[in-house]
């Protein structure tokens, strides 16, 4: 089958499109004939050596898919394949899936509990773009941190996929906003989105800002080391800290006087290791929480453009230099 392939590790010249076997569907698992899939940063570090999957994951760069439904393997039970939420999936089901890897490819294999119908009113390509946001905004902001109603929280890279669809799912539970971007036009979308607060990091402290509105309750951070002192600077009495990225590095300093003195918390979560169990949990709340309200026009798809998946080194190159709003498509 086509499929997305590297040539040792390295920048996107590395990439290019060949032939692999195609997987078959085990006990619980479907088989996804692929439409579309999505470009994450976490691609790009696989892509670079620095993100290996997870053992018994596919080699193939991809944590996200939408497509129709394939093949099913025999459930343990013999009973019907359910999907996540529990509603049984037939081939030729429209379906978008939360991978371990493989998406970049004609056909993937997933567990069954990882595969959600797709919202009303989505079209299927622009669902490749909502599997891996949904679930890690819905993770780690709602099961992670707790974020409630009347709470302020801070977005670290608002414009970017995971920042888009933070800002509409926290806006519409009553949750005041504070995102941050790098251009005036990245600004704005996150204004539109719902951003009651917006932050130029090119030219503005954030710390500041957050500070004069009483501090963040919940912080969401995809850069890791070189925002961890500012960030703690930046949170409210019993704020969250959630980091769920290293753009800034991997290693930081942290000061526990002004942690222990805020009593708060930093978590660190990563999607792609945990448990099938414990991703299908999430897949099940992110359909029963999350669908409608995209489906209610509450929370829009941010697809910036999408590509041919021959045109994958293209897409790798305008994720690393930060040229995108929301997501970028690969269509097969």
């Not at 670079?48 to 039970?77: F, Q």
């Not at 801070?154 to 800002?167: C, D, E, M, N, P």
Request: glycine share 16%.
């Amino acid at each position: 089958m086509r499929a997305v392939v590297t040539d040792g590790t390295g920048g996107p010249e590395v990439l290019s499109v060949g032939e692999v076997e195609q997987p078959q569907a085990g006990p619980g698992e479907v088989l996804i004939e692929v439409r579309a899939t999505a470009v994450n940063r976490a691609d790009t570090l696989q892509r670079r050596g620095m993100y290996p999957p997870p053992k018994g994951a596919s080699d193939v760069i991809g944590l996200e898919c939408s497509g129709v439904v394939a093949a099913l393997g025999p459930d343990g039970d013999g009973g019907p394949v359910t999907g996540a939420g529990g509603a049984p999936l037939a081939v030729g089901d429209e379906v978008c899936a939360l991978l371990a890897g493989g998406g970049y490819a004609a056909y993937v294999v997933v567990p069954a509990g990882q595969v959600m119908p797709v919202p009303a009113g989505v079209d299927l390509v622009t669902a490749a773009a909502l599997p891996e946001v949904a679930c890690t905004v819905w993770s780690n902001l709602e099961m992670v941190a707790g974020l409630q109603q009347g709470e302020t929280l801070l977005v670290h890279g608002g414009a970017g996929g995971i920042g888009t669809f933070a800002i509409q799912l926290a806006h519409h539970r009553g949750v005041r906003v504070v995102a941050t971007a790098g251009s005036p036009e990245k600004l704005q979308t996150c204004r539109e989105l719902g951003a009651d607060v917006v932050v130029s990091y090119r030219d503005e402290d954030f710390v500041e800002v957050v500070r004069g509105l009483g501090g963040a309750d919940v912080i969401l951070d995809n850069m890791g080391a070189s925002y961890l002192g500012r960030n703690v600077t930046a949170l409210a009495t019993e704020g969250r800290l959630v980091v769920i990225g290293m753009q800034g590095g991997a290693k930081g300093e942290l000061d526990l006087g002004m942690l222990l003195g805020k009593r708060g918390s930093v978590s660190a979560t990563s999607l792609r290791a945990r448990p099938v169990e414990e991703k299908a949990a999430i897949c099940a709340e992110v359909v029963a929480e999350v669908w409608p309200m995209v489906a209610d026009g509450r929370i829009r798809p941010m697809v910036h453009g999408t590509m041919p998946l021959e045109e994958v080194r293209a897409a790798h190159e305008l994720m690393e230099a930060s040229g995108h709003t929301g997501k970028i498509v690969l269509t097969l």
